[in-house]
């Protein structure tokens, strides 16, 4: 099992173009990346890359995940 933000990273990676939130959810059930409970996930993984961004911007870290539009994100290394 994946963390959701470790899921969502490598969904995009394999995917090669930005996705919506429910795709990289529904993409990460299928696969058995992930498990949740919630009944919100695509808002959770939402405000989980948000919060990574953040983190890592704090810390002078590299950002892996860009905001593309909305509910959908890619990944900064594609720039």
């Known amino acids: 099992m994946y963390s959701k933000t470790e899921a969502a990273y490598k969904i995009l990676k394999e995917s090669k173009k930005p996705l ?3 795709d990289i959810i529904k993409i990460a059930l299928e696969k058995k990346l992930i498990k949740t409970k919630g009944k ?3 808002s959770t993984l939402a405000v989980d890359l948000l919060l990574e961004n953040r983190r890592r911007t704090e810390k002078g ?3 892996r995940f860009v905001k593309v539009g909305s509910g959908t994100w890619g990944l900064t290394e594609w720039k």
């Open 20 to 22: 919506h939130v429910a």
């Open 40 to 42: 919100t996930p695509e």
């Open 61 to 63: 870290a590299k950002l």
